[in-house]
């Protein structure tokens, strides 16, 4: 229906059914055990309640607050390795092609050694690269992809896509969510990453 509103949309998609993503405790070991650094107390907060939203039936729809350098991307990368781990894909959507190419390399550094195979996925790929990346994705074998609106346009048919993260400037609606579905047909849980507190009118 048109005349809806967005807050009916949001509660339409909560009641489709989502990927379930149990808390794995190896896996998160693991994760830190690969960062030269430890979670703050804030970040592991955060983290856990992200962790109990995963680990329901339906769709997460999680906003996460912090300013720039406060690691809001560690904590989503720690919930796509839940993700990821639980047998889904992840997907990480930015803006700009710069961004999704820092990520893109941030990312690889951060889950070195823990044998998941992540990819970038742009526009200005060349045809053959996007070939490998689209089959990949369809397959399974890309578990998490970093992309800019590259990861909506034909041809991107994800096989299990269980988690989109998504960079603020992103304007995001419902039916692209839509869109990003993987072949079993579960909507995705969605965190979206924000550096400026959203004034609530």
């Known amino acids: 229906g048109g005349g809806r509103t967005g807050g009916g949309r949001r509660a339409e998609i909560e009641t489709e059914p989502g990927a379930r993503i149990p808390f794995h405790l190896p896996a998160m070991n693991e994760f830190l055990g690969n960062l030269h650094f430890s979670f703050t107390t804030a970040q592991k907060k955060v983290a856990w309640s992200i962790f109990r939203d995963l680990d329901r039936t339906h769709p997460m729809n999680r906003l996460l607050e912090g300013d720039v350098g406060s690691g809001k991307t560690v904590v989503a990368l720690s919930a796509a390795v839940m993700a990821i781990r639980a047998g889904y894909q992840a997907a990480l959507m930015v803006p700009t092609e710069i961004l999704a190419r820092q990520h893109a390399a941030s ?43 590259a990861l909506l346009s034909a041809g991107v048919d994800f096989q299990k896509l269980g988690l989109v993260i998504i960079d603020e400037q992103h304007r995001f609606c419902v039916n692209q969510r839509r869109q990003l579905r993987g072949k079993d047909d579960v909507m995705p849980h969605l965190l979206a990453m924000t550096a400026t507190p959203i004034t609530r009118s």
Do not use: A, F, P, W
């Open 107 to 149: 990312i690889i550094r951060l889950l070195e050694g823990m044998n998941i195979r992540s990819q970038l996925l742009v526009s200005s790929l060349k045809q053959t690269e996007k070939k490998n990346v689209h089959g990949g994705l369809v397959d399974g074998t890309i578990q998490l992809v970093v992309g800019t609106h």
